[in-house]
Each structure stands twice: as structure tokens, then as C-alpha cells.
């Protein structure tokens, strides 16, 4: 039987021993590779070569631990996620290296996104029942969402996973290999979806997915999260003229901004979940998008927060991953198609069609919807790659 590897995230409720315990590693990884970073820069800077993930943990424990008492904390922290923070840093400069992002930065406290790693070594590691799961160094903890995560006497493996902080609140997130004993049957006609910033999604089926950040909750949010940045802001600059701004109101402020920001997001997400699960029910035998050049589309200073809060990488990314579990062929069409100015009747291309154009008219007489067309386009597309 064949496996699939599929990832559950879902909130802990850690005891106060264990969320000190949590800290203690996260920080530690911070600074692991922060410390990583820094010996390369410096080897660089000597003219000496670049020293590898697995060379710099030998170097650690080998030759610098044992000459600087001082840093034997390190070792207290779960040895597995300290050597994926190193493997993380060697990945970052791999990026670099080939010219697929910029030089890494150093994670500052408090406002870099760092995890606490661990990994299924022992039978008894990782164990999970409904309402609580075993993780390496933290033993049983709490779950919130009973039931979220199958559990191990239904044959599930978890191979891996990682705890994360966000806005004061704890998660799990673990990678389990499931069984993917599932009969797929998609005999429909495929369909073409076209992605944008008026609406989220246009269905070549006619239907429509509406923006969501046009709704007037998420309206009411965002001026909620603008009110509290302000305030953040004022206590910051308060607190640099030497007035008397207590640092636990600024923490108090910082974790009310974080706790909007994840809201709109989860939002955000919710809704890219829905749509995504809606379509995969339709059972289209094959699903065509386009491939958005949305680094590109993010430089327009006037399009780029509408750009950034459709989140169409994670639409495409959770589309894709939909479509193997279901067994749906999902067809990506190249940036350069045409799809907005092509006739779907006499496949004439329109040069002249402008952005302000909504209404798709051909001098043949053929009069749609400007989305609607591209999203009929992209479903009969015949040059295509298969993601």
C-alpha cells in the first residue's frame, strides 16, 4: 500500500514548565544560528573556506564548547533541534549561493519565526492519542483540538514535527505518514481557474470566489490592527525620550498587534481552504491555473499589499497539494499566455485590451466577462506543464 506524507498544525496547551522549557530551546536555536552565520562571515572575511553544517557541530562540541564553559547551556537544549537550526542556516546560504534569495539575516528575539525541531528516533518518541501527544524533551502534552491528530493505533506514523510560538499562543505542527488507500474517480470535465485582485477566483464553470479582504469584517480589522500599531508606536518612541513608558505595556501592546495580525491571517487562510476544498468537490478531471509572477507583481508600490493579502502562492501551493491527495492533474500554463486577451470563440488576441477593460469584446461578436475568459482560456489550453 502506498504512504502519503501529510502535515497536521493544530494549538498545545503547554504546563508552565514545559512553555519555559519551549523558550529555552527556541532561544537556544536562535542563537545557534545566529552563531553559525557569524563564523561563516568570519571565515570569509579571513579568506578561509566555507565550513558545512556537520563540520561547524563538530567544531562546536569538539573545540569551542570545551574552551567556553560559559556556553554549556547550549547542551542543555534538545540536541535534534539544534542541529536543525544549523542545517537551516546551511540551507539559507545554499539560497544565496544560487542566486534563489538574499544573504541571509541574522533572527532577532522576539520577531523572527524560529521552531523548536524534533524527530521520531525511538518507537516510544512522538507517540499520540486524542487529547494529548508525546514530543521529545517536553513528554505528554496537552491538545487543544481533541481528535485533530490521528493517532498512532490507527497504523499512523509521525515522522517529524516542530513546536512554534505566534501572538503568545502555542503549536504543533507534525508530518505524519498515512496510508493512501483511497479510490479517486474524477470523470468531470476539467476546469480553468484565473486568480486576481478583483476576486480571488473565476471558475471556468461560471462560478465565483469573491475577495475577502473586501468584506467589511476584515475591513473593520485592519483599522483595529492600524489603531494598535499606532499605539505601539507612540510607546516605543515614548520609551526612546526617556519618558515614563513601562517595558510591560509595550509587551502588552506588542502581543494585542500580534494577535490581530494572526486573526486577519487565519481569515485569510480559512478562506483559501474553503475555496480550495469547494473546488476538489466538483471532481474536475484535470485543474489548469496560471503560472502568476506574483515576485513581480509585488514591486508595483500600488498593487502590492492587494497582492500580498490574496496569498496566491499559498493557494497554488494548497491547490497542488489537494490535487495529489485527490488524484487531480493540475496543469500549470506559463505567465507569458495570453489568457486575458484571447478570444475563447475565434482565438483572436486582442492587443489593445487594457487593465480598465472588465468586458471581453471580439470583433467577431463574442462579448464576456474579461475573467471569465482568461479562466475558458486557461481550460483549453493545450501548451502546459503538469505540476
Known amino acids: ?46 579568506g578561509e573556506r566555507f565550513m558545512s553544517s556537520s563540520k561547524f557541530r563538530v567544531w562546536l562540541n569538539n573545540e569551542y564548547l570545551p ?6 547551556w547550549i547542551k542543555e537544549a534538545y540536541s535534534k533541534a539544534v542541529t536543525q537550526a544549523v542545517n537551516n542556516g546551511q540551507t539559507a546560504f545554499t539560497r544565496f549561493f544560487n542566486h534563489e534569495s538574499n544573504f541571509p539575516n541574522f533572527k532577532k528575539k522576539g520577531r523572527s519565526d524560529v521552531k523548536m525541531y524534533f524527530v521520531k528516533n525511538n518507537p516510544k518518541d512522538c507517540c499520540c492519542e486524542r487529547h494529548r501527544i508525546k ?9 487543544k ?3 485533530y491528530i490521528p493517532t498512532t493505533k490507527d497504523e499512523y506514523v509521525i515522522k517529524s514535527g516542530h513546536v512554534s510560538i505566534k501572538a503568545d499562543r502555542y503549536y504543533v505542527s507534525v508530518l505524519v505518514e498515512i496510508p493512501d488507500d483511497k479510490m479517486v474517480n474524477n470523470s468531470n470535465e476539467g476546469i480553468g481557474i484565473d486568480l486576481g485582485l478583483k476576486d480571488l477566483a473565476i471558475i471556468s464553470n461560471g462560478k465565483t470566489y469573491k475577495n475577502i479582504n473586501k468584506s467589511a469584517k476584515l475591513k473593520k480589522l485592519e483599522k483595529q490592527l492600524i489603531r494598535g500599531q499606532r499605539s505601539l508606536s507612540r510607546k516605543y518612541e515614548n520609551s ?7 517595558r510591560a505595556n509595550i509587551q502588552k501592546q506588542k502581543i494585542k498587534v500580534q494577535k490581530l495580525y494572526q486573526k486577519i491571517d487565519n481569515i485569510r487562510t480559512d478562506y ?30 500600488h498593487l502590492s499589499k492587494a497582492v500580498a493579502s490574496q496569498k496566491f502562492y499559498e493557494f497554488r501551493i494548497k491547490l497542488q497539494a489537494k490535487c495529489n491527495e485527490n488524484g487531480i492533474e493540475l496543469r500549470v500554463v506559463d ?17 489593445d485590451l487594457r487593465l480598465s477593460d472588465r468586458i ?28
Open 272 to 301: 483559501i481552504n474553503k475555496t480550495i476544498a469547494e473546488i476538489v468537490k466538483t471532481k474536475p478531471s484535470f485543474i489548469t491555473i496560471e503560472d502568476l509572477n506574483v515576485k513581480g507583481m509585488m514591486k508595483n508600490r
Open 360 to 387: 471581453f469584446k471580439c470583433d467577431c461578436g463574442y462579448i464576456e466577462d474579461r475573467d471569465l475568459n482568461a479562466a475558458l482560456n486557461l481550460r483549453d489550453a493545450m501548451t502546459y506543464e503538469v505540476a
Open 145 to 147: 483540538e481533541k481528535g
Open 240 to 246: 526612546k525620550k526617556g519618558e515614563s513608558t513601562q
Open 335 to 351: 505567465r507569458w499566455y495570453p489568457s486575458s486577451k484571447t478570444c475563447h470563440c475565434c482565438k483572436n488576441i486582442k492587443k
Open 1 to 46: 500500500m502506498r504512504k502519503l506524507l501529510k502535515s497536521f498544525k493544530t494549538e498545545i496547551d503547554p504546563t508552565e514548565e514545559q512553555k519555559v522549557r519551549i523558550h529555552k530551546t527556541i532561544g537556544t536555536c536562535r542563537f545557534i544560528y545566529n552563531f553559525y552565520l557569524a563564523h561563516n562571515k568570519e571565515l570569509h572575511k579571513n
Open 135 to 143: 514530543i521529545p524533551s517536553l513528554g505528554w502534552v496537552r491538545i
Open 67 to 72: 574552551n567556553h564553559p560559559e556556553y554549556s
